[in-house]
T-cell receptor, first 113, second 112 residues
Framework: DAGVIQSPRHEVTEMGQEVTLRCKPISGHDYLFWYRQTMMRGLELLIYFNNNVPIDDSGMPEDRFSAKMPNASFSTLKIQPSEPRDSAVYFC???????????FGSGTRLTVV | SQQGEEDPQALSIQEGENATMNCSYKTSINNLQWYRQNSGRGLVHLILIRSNEREKHSGRLRVTLDTSKKSSSLLITASRAADTASYFCATDGIQGAQKLVFGQGTRLTINP
């Protein structure tokens, strides 16, 4: 298995533009998580899905952020409109169940200028 | 708010020495996990210890858990340059929610 695959690896965009981050979880993993990592706030859980259904989106910072999981092999995190304070590394992770280790992707480094 | 807090924030030792990192948390947990993050990469799961366990080993890693003190430690024995990374503890079971919450991490540098 190729692991959790995220794209793009790097994204530079102008303030106000729409940004879409993509994630392909490990096949068979029922849980998918989106985290954001910054120096100031560390790793924050934004949202997680179970069997493609959003379970907890309490970490989504505001309405500009949305996440979808149309099928078991694909998820997107969208920011519209983007702002400089959204600059961070966004990680996707998947797992077979809760209470076990997660497998993380390599992340997408987002820079909003 | 962060559940796990690592200590120290940064640690620098010589190759071959042992490295110990500590993690404290605030509320009851189901399990505690340790992850490693190399610069510019994703997190890699190292070891999981359940709330009813006190110690666990995996290769050169030794993890302890003291639920009475709400603390855990990660010991890396005979450190190598390749162990240079950030190490994070993560806990779940906060107020019934099972999502994993990470601490701020310890930056470990192994000097050759």
């Amino acid at each position: 298995d190729a692991g959790v695959i995220q794209s793009p690896r790097h994204e530079v965009t102008e303030m106000g533009q729409e940004v879409t981050l993509r994630c392909k979880p490990i096949s068979g993993h029922d849980y998918l998580f989106w985290y954001r990592q910054t120096m100031m706030r560390g790793l924050e859980l934004l949202i997680y899905f179970n069997n493609n259904v959003p379970i907890d989106d309490s970490g989504m910072p505001e309405d500009r952020f949305s996440a979808k999981m149309p099928n078991a092999s694909f998820s997107t995190l969208k920011i519209q409109p983007s702002e400089p304070r959204d600059s961070a590394v966004y990680f996707c992770a998947s797992s077979l169940s809760l209470g076990i280790g997660y497998t993380f992707g390599s992340g997408t480094r987002l820079t909003v200028v | 708010s962060q559940q796990g807090e690592e200590d120290p924030q940064a640690l620098s030792i010589q190759e071959g020495e042992n490295a110990t990192m500590n993690c404290s948390y605030k509320t009851s947990i189901n399990n505690l996990q340790w992850y490693r993050q190399n610069s510019g990469r994703g997190l890699v799961h190292l070891i999981l210890i359940r709330s009813n366990e006190r110690e666990k080993h995996s290769g050169r890693l030794r993890v302890t858990l003291d639920t009475s003190k709400k603390s855990s430690s990660l010991l890396i024995t005979a450190s190598r340059a390749a162990d240079t990374a950030s190490y994070f503890c993560a806990t779940d079971g906060i107020q019934g929610a099972q999502k994993l919450v990470f601490g701020q991490g310890t930056r470990l540098t192994i000097n050759p």
